[in-house]
């Protein structure tokens, strides 16, 4: 199975509820196939501060082991060279088999310290699948991604502030 670079996006909500909306824009972006949804975790907290959480992805169960194997291949890799990579596969892929999920639910309470009473969390593992198609043609071509990093419209705001100060 063939994956598409993965981001983690973590948003948080002052008004802690949730009206299907993004939901809606994450299911047309699959349907386009821009983008799959490997996990979505939202994370509510009750003004007694109670903890609420609800899972939601875009994997079947034997999709969900494929990415956990792959994950897991690759840190057994950094960890232990070309030995750790299938012991960290199967460590991967057993672990999404345990609990049904890629993002691991007893790590809520990470999330739920961070965000206060009667607020929420959204917690997204993005499957970029538009990118799969300009990753081969780069390899194809001999390229190396050299840099990878995401640029925000505050960003630019921000660089433009520093260079109007100069």
Do not use: C
């Amino acid at each position: 199975m063939e994956f598409g670079p993965v981001q983690m996006l973590v948003v948080g909500f002052d008004n802690g509820k949730f009206s299907g909306e993004i939901l809606a824009e994450l299911r047309r972006l699959r349907e386009h196939d821009v983008v799959r949804l490997i996990d979505l975790l939202f994370v509510a907290k009750d003004e007694d501060g109670e903890i609420e959480a609800v899972e939601h992805n875009d994997l079947a169960q034997d999709e969900a082991e494929a990415f956990g194997a792959l994950a897991g291949a690759l840190m057994g890799m950094g960890a232990a060279g070309e030995e750790g990579i299938e012991a960290g596969a199967a460590l991967g892929a057993a672990a999404v088999e345990d609990r049904g999920s890629v993002i691991n639910p007893d790590n809520v309470w990470y999330v739920a310290d961070a965000i206060r009473p009667g607020t929420s969390a959204g917690i997204a593992l993005l499957e970029h699948r538009w990118a799969i198609p300009l990753r081969d043609s780069i390899e194809r071509a001999g390229g190396d991604t050299l840099v990878d990093t995401w640029i925000h419209p505050q960003d630019l705001v921000a660089a433009g502030a520093i260079a109007g100060r100069g």
